[in-house]
């Protein structure tokens, strides 16, 4: 019998985890397993906060795809995927086509802007690693020109932060320690910089614990951080962005630079597959498969699976998808022996979010952790996810070490 192609499409969490848990499963010759990826290396999403706010190099936050994979049984391609045909079972992308037998799409997420005109053009996404340097490079370049122009536009120092959702917090927290690196470096007085936050909910961390939700804002405030709750973003243009402040009630805040942070879509190459789907995320069977497509497995952020205790979504997470990685592995290898699927059922640990290099919030089974204890954790975490793609080797090459700072 030919031997089956598994095809697995993006190598982010849940598609790195995949291919790993199918190498390590599966015999050089029990099948040809294909992953395909825009880049040759995996960038931790988690991390993109850091490296957008400029405390951590976009070097760090990648690695290469080639270090965690075993080429005698996986065969890397570096290719953007283009189109996926699952009727006739084809991928294109942009230097060549796949067929398969398998596919496992697990292609990400990218930032939603709700069709709020000017976002797409004027503000930046934290979605990748090339938009994170980019994001990083554009606040630099707004210092070094405040500081040399003659007519200063004090304007180019303010950053709004759109939403305050875990990546917005976690973006602030990393900027509440790089704007007075960055007033040394450019030689600008610190009482010049703006940063602020707008959320259109009427709390921070919608849904999240009250008493850790004060807790961070106190330490964001602390470094200078302002927020504006129940306002939300309806317009950005080239200036700054427009916020709804009543009925008929706005307020313009001119900004250099306006980074969209107010929540995630899937991939939208999902939306062309005449899948399903609810902003490119498609509600998977309890197996992972697409509804009607038994040989298609969606994993990550481009899968939605409803909690029933609550009847909302499962939030998009890298824990999630690392253990869909794992259950999908699983479910192609009992198809491949002719056995039955199992049912994925996510194991949530909990959930910390950080506040800069050495503070956090979170809630870690049940219990409420706040400050170094919380960051220590949230290091852990990070670590946890290196270890379980790349083993001791890449945890301790890329891995976070700076445990008690
Ligand atoms: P991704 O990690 O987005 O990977 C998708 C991969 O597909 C990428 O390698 C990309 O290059 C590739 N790709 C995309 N399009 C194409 C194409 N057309 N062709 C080829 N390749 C393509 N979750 C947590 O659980 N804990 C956290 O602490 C946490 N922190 C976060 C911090 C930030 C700043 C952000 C933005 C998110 C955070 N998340 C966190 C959410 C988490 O990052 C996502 O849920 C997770 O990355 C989803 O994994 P994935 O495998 O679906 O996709
Ligand atoms: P989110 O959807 O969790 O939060 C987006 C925020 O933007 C919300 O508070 C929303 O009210 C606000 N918003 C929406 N429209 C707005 C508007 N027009 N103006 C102002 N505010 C607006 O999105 P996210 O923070 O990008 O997180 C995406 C996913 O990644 C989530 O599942 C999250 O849990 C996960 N994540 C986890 C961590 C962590 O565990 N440490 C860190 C980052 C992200």
Not at 164 to 173: K, N, P, R, V
Not at 233 to 258: H, M, Q, S
Not at 298 to 319: H, K, S
């Amino acid at each position: 019998m030919k031997r089956p192609t598994i095809l697995v499409l993006g190598a982010g969490y849940g598609g790195l985890t995949t291919v790993v848990n199918l190498q390590k499963s599966l015999g050089a010759d029990d099948a040809d397993v294909v992953l395909i990826n825009k880049n040759d290396y995996h960038y931790e999403s988690t991390w993109l906060h850091e490296a957008a706010a400029g405390t951590m190099s976009p070097e760090s936050v990648r690695y290469d795809i080639a270090n965690v994979i075993n080429s005698n049984k996986v065969k890397f391609i570096k290719a953007e995927v283009q189109a996926i045909d699952v009727s006739g079972k084809v991928v294109t992308t942009n230097v060549g086509t796949h067929t398969y037998d398998y596919l496992v799409i697990s292609l990400g997420f990218e930032g939603e802007t709700f069709g709020i005109p000017g976002l797409d053009k004027y503000a930046f996404s934290i979605a990748n690693v090339k938009a994170a340097r980019q994001i990083r490079e554009h606040i630099e370049y707004q210092f070094a020109t405040w500081s040399t122009e003659e007519v200063k536009d004090d304007s180019r120092l303010t950053i709004i932060v759109g939403g305050a959702g875990f990546t917005g917090i976690e973006f602030l927290g990393e900027l509440g320690n790089r704007v007075p690196e960055l007033c040394k470096e450019f030689d600008v007085p610190q009482e010049k910089v703006r940063v602020l936050c707008v959320e259109a909910a009427p709390m921070v961390l919608p849904g999240f614990d009250p008493e850790l939700v004060e807790y961070a804002v106190k330490q964001l405030n602390s470094k200078g951080i302002e927020f504006s709750i129940g306002t939300p973003v309806v317009e950005a243009t080239p200036e700054g962005v427009n916020l709804k402040k009543g009925e008929d009630e706005f307020e313009f805040i001119k900004a250099g630079t306006v980074v969209w942070a107010a929540g995630v879509r899937g991939n939208r190459l999902i939306e062309e597959t005449g899948i399903e789907n609810m902003r490119a995320r498609v509600k998977v069977d309890k197996d992972l498969r697409a509804p009607g497509h038994s040989d298609v497995f969606i994993v990550g952020d481009c899968a939605l699976m409803i909690n029933e205790e609550v009847n909302r979504p499962f939030p998009p997470t890298a824990q999630i998808a690392m253990q869909q990685g794992d259950m999908c592995a699983n479910n192609i290898i009992a198809l491949m022996k002719g056995n039955p699927t199992s049912e994925f059922v996510p194991d949530l640990k909990g959930s910390v979010c950080s506040l800069g290099d050495s503070d956090a919030i979170g809630v870690v089974f049940g219990k409420k952790v706040t400050g170094t204890k919380a960051s220590f954790m949230k290091k852990m975490i990070d670590n946890r996810a290196l270890f379980m793609i790349g083993g001791a080797g890449l945890t301790l090459k890329k891995g976070k070490f700076n445990l008690l700072k």
